[in-house]
C-alpha cells in the first residue's frame, strides 16, 4: 500500500475510478459535489473522507461516519465486504486545499477486505443524532424517525449527523487512522494507474484460463468448441489495445474473439481439440523499455558543478 502526496484528488479519483468502474460512473459526479463541499469546509474531520471504487459505482464519505456503528456509512463501507465479491479499490482522502481552482491532498491506499473488518472491529456505538437546521439544531435518538420536515422554532431541516456515545474515543480512533496512513510509502501515481490497468487485464485472462479448464465437454451452440463470455465489466472498460493484449496473454492456438447471433456479449472460442491445460502468458518489457532501463543503470553519474559559496564571502 502507498500514499500519494499533494495530489490534484478529483483528477486522480476519477483516473482510479476509470480502471474498476464499469458502470454507473455518473456516482462520481455525486463525489465530486461532496469533495468540493468538503473542500470549502472549516472543520478537519470533514476533510477526512474514505472513497471506494468498486465495478458498478463509486461512494464518499467522511471517515468519522464510517467508524460509527449503524450509519448508512457504516453499513455501506461493510456491505460491499460482507456481501459481495466485487473488486473494491478503497482510498482514504485527506484534503489539504485549494490551488487554481484544483482541490489539493492526499490519497492512502486501502486494503479493502483488511480495512472493512478493521471498520467492523472499531467502529464505536453512536445512540444519537444531531439535527441541524437553518438556526439551530436539536438531538434525537438514532432510532428514532426522521421525516425531514422544517421545524417550527428552528426553521428549515439541512442534514444530519451521527454523535458518538464517547466524542474523545472517535477523536483518539482517527488519530491513530491518521498515524497508520502517514507510516505508508510515497508512491508514483503515474505508476499506480498503470498497474491498475496492467491488473485489470490479466485477470480477466486468468478468469477466462480458469474457466476454460472448469469446462468439461464443448459448450457452444453447436458443441464444436469451448467457449467463455468476456466480462461486462471489462469490455465496458477496455479499448481495442486493451482486447488485444488480453488475446495475447492467452495461452491457444485456436483462439478467436467472436459474438453468437442472438445473445449479448463477447465470447472466446477453442476448438475442442485445444489443449487447455496452459497458464497465462506473461507480458514481456517491450526491447526499448528493456534497452532504457539498461542505459540508465549504466551510465555513470555526472558529478556536481562546482560553484562558489557565496555565503562565505567577504
Keep these: 500500500m502507498n500514499k500519494f502526496e499533494d495530489v490534484d484528488v478529483i483528477t486522480s479519483l476519477e ?6 468502474t464499469a458502470f454507473y460512473q455518473n456516482d462520481f459526479d455525486l463525489d465530486r459535489n461532496i469533495l468540493q463541499k468538503a473542500a470549502a469546509s472549516p472543520t478537519a474531520e470533514d476533510r477526512r473522507l474514505l472513497w471506494f471504487s468498486r465495478p458498478s459505482g463509486t461512494s464518499c464519505f467522511r471517515e468519522r461516519d464510517v467508524f460509527l456503528k449503524g450509519t448508512r456509512q457504516h453499513n455501506t463501507w461493510r456491505f460491499y465486504g460482507e456481501q459481495t465479491r ?3 479499490l478503497a482510498y482514504a482522502v485527506e484534503l489539504t486545499g485549494i490551488v487554481n481552482g484544483k482541490i489539493k491532498g492526499n490519497l492512502y491506499e486501502l486494503d479493502y477486505p483488511q480495512h472493512f473488518r478493521h471498520v467492523k472491529e472499531q467502529a464505536l456505538p453512536a445512540d444519537n443524532y444531531t439535527l441541524l437546521y437553518e438556526h439551530g439544531e436539536r438531538v ?19 442534514r444530519f449527523e451521527a454523535q458518538p456515545n464517547d466524542p474523545e474515543a472517535l477523536h483518539f480512533l482517527m488519530r491513530e487512522e491518521k498515524r497508520s ?3 505508508l510509502k510515497p ?22 484460463v480458469a474457466e476454460m479448464k472448469r469446462q468439461d465437454s464443448p459448450n457452444s451452440p453447436n458443441k464444436t468448441h469451448f467457449m467463455v463470455e468476456l466480462s461486462p465489466y471489462f469490455m465496458q472498460l477496455a479499448s481495442t489495445k486493451d482486447t488485444d493484449r488480453l488475446f495475447a496473454m492467452l495461452p491457444y492456438k485456436t ?3 467472436s459474438k453468437i447471433e442472438g445473445r449479448h456479449g463477447t465470447f472466446a472460442f477453442l476448438d475442442k481439440s485445444e489443449d487447455r491445460s496452459r497458464n497465462i502468458r506473461k507480458a514481456r518489457p517491450s526491447v526499448r523499455a ?10 555513470p553519474k555526472k558529478a556536481a558543478a562546482k560553484r562558489k559559496n557565496h555565503d562565505l564571502e567577504v
Design 290 to 299: 528493456q534497452l532504457t532501463a539498461d542505459k540508465k543503470t549504466a551510465a
Design 86 to 88: 466485487d473488486k473494491v
Design 15 to 20: 483516473a482510479i475510478m476509470k480502471q474498476n
Design 140 to 158: 434525537q435518538p438514532a432510532g428514532q424517525y426522521l421525516d425531514g420536515n422544517p421545524d417550527p422554532q428552528l426553521g428549515k431541516f439541512e
Design 181 to 183: 496512513y502517514d507510516r
Design 255 to 257: 483462439l478467436s474473439f
Design 187 to 208: 508512491g508514483d501515481f503515474k505508476a499506480h494507474i498503470t498497474a491498475l490497468h496492467d491488473s485489470r487485464i490479466e485477470a480477466e485472462a486468468q478468469r477466462i
